[in-house]
Every structure is written in C-alpha cells, then in structure tokens.
C-alpha cells in the first residue's frame, strides 16, 4: 500500500482489475453522474519487479524519476489505462468529463490532460507559490505553454485539503512556515486576516480571467479561513 494497510493497492498489472474499473466507470455514467477526479492518478501502475527493493517513502512528485521509469509514479504505462477511459466517456453524450490529480512537473502533468485521456489535470503549483507577481507569471505562463503543447487546457487551483487556506497562508508572514502554524493551532506565526482574504481575493479574480477551467474549493468563494484551533479530542 501507499497510504494506509486498510488501503490495498489494486494489481493494475491484472486484466480483471480494469475490466472492473471499466465497469464501474459505466455504472456511474448510465446514471448520469457528469465526470470523475481521479485521485493519486499518477500511481496507478507500478513496476512489481522492483516494488520489494529499498526505496525511501517518498511521494513528492519532484523527487520521482521524470521520464516515465519510476518504481511507483507517474509511470508510462499508466496513460494506456486512461486512454481506455477516455473511450468508455465518449460513449456518453455529452462526454463524461474526467480530471487527474496527480503531484508531478508540469511537463509530465499534461500528459494526463490530453484529449484522447482524462482531459484535465489539476495545476497545483500555484498552491506553494507566494504572493508575488513573479511566481504567477511563472507558473501562469508555463501552464498555458505545456498545456498548449499536448493540444489541452491547463486548470487553475488556490486550494485544496492539502494546504492551509490561501486566505490565511497569504495573510502569514513570510518568516512563518504555514504546517507549522497550523500545528501549533495558529499560535506560532503572525497572521494579517485582512490583508489574507484581500490577496486570496484578487487572485481568484486573476485565475477566473484566465483561459481554462478554475477549480474553486468549498469556502474558497466566502475567503473563509483556515480554522487551526479546531480540538484534537
């Protein structure tokens, strides 16, 4: 398993266990459901040969091979599965839509966005980017590239459950390391609420101006918060 021993990975290598996906995926979509987010949907495939032999626990999409070849991402052969299911959602009218998550380089990412597979892919990269003009360019500029290149759109996202609000983390000083505020239940770090909602804000603004489809998280809309103190027990 990669998380949790209650969170068997499947054997994607077993020809039963895509028939099974393939069904489901039609289960879903007979009645109705409009798409899928895959989760993790760059861990799928695995190279068994290899699995049993030291790897560090490592699930950092920077740090995994980058060309396709790694013992548990982001493998090649994991686009032969979404290929199929793109097949099954143009059965469907209008197409099941389908987005991948999946924490790789922007290079790799689009490759899951492309139109004969999932069709969107979650850009993440603004979620680590401070406030600052430079870092939105960047990533701004080289998400529209790549997605261009593999003939997609790129996605835009401030949020998720896996980072600390933008209202908040953009409110924090920059001295203040943001998982260790939230560990210390917002007691550790100086916070400007206002001056967080003001830029979590204006950048929701700029994302909706951009072309793409901007994936907005629950609260995101009211520039709620992220709520540290919440009890352990």
């Known amino acids: 398993h990669l998380f949790a021993p209650e969170q068997p990975d499947w054997n994607w290598d077993n020809r039963e266990v895509e028939e099974d996906f393939l069904k489901t995926i039609r289960f879903w979509s007979d009645r109705g459901v409009d798409g899928f ?6 861990a799928l495939k695995k190279d068994l040969k290899r699995l049993l032999t030291s790897k560090k626990d490592n699930v950092d999409g920077f740090k995994i091979a980058q060309n396709g070849t790694d013992v548990l991402f982001d493998r090649n052969e994991v686009h032969e599965i979404y290929r199929e299911w793109r097949k099954v959602f143009n059965e469907y009218n209008p197409p099941r839509v389908a987005i991948a998550e ?3 380089r922007v290079e790799r990412r689009v490759l899951y966005a492309r139109p004969d597979e999932l069709g969107q892919a979650f850009n993440f990269d603004l979620l680590g980017a ?6 939105f360019k960047k990533y701004i500029t080289d998400g529209i590239k790549w997605a261009k290149k593999e003939g997609s759109s790129t996605t835009w996202v401030l949020n998720n459950h896996d980072k600390v609000r933008s209202a908040t983390r953009y409110g924090l000083a920059k001295s203040v390391k943001e998982q260790k505020w939230l560990l ?3 007691k550790k770090g100086k916070l400007d609420k206002d001056l967080g909602e003001q830029r979590s804000n204006a950048a929701m603004m700029m994302l909706l101006a951009l072309p793409g489809c901007t994936y907005m998280y629950q609260g995101e809309e009211l520039g709620l918060h992220e709520v540290a103190d919440i009890p352990h027990n």
């Open 37 to 42: 987010r895959i989760d993790v949907a760059h």
């Open 102 to 104: 999946a924490y790789v």
């Open 130 to 135: 401070p406030f600052e003009a430079k870092y």
């Open 184 to 186: 210390s239940n917002g």
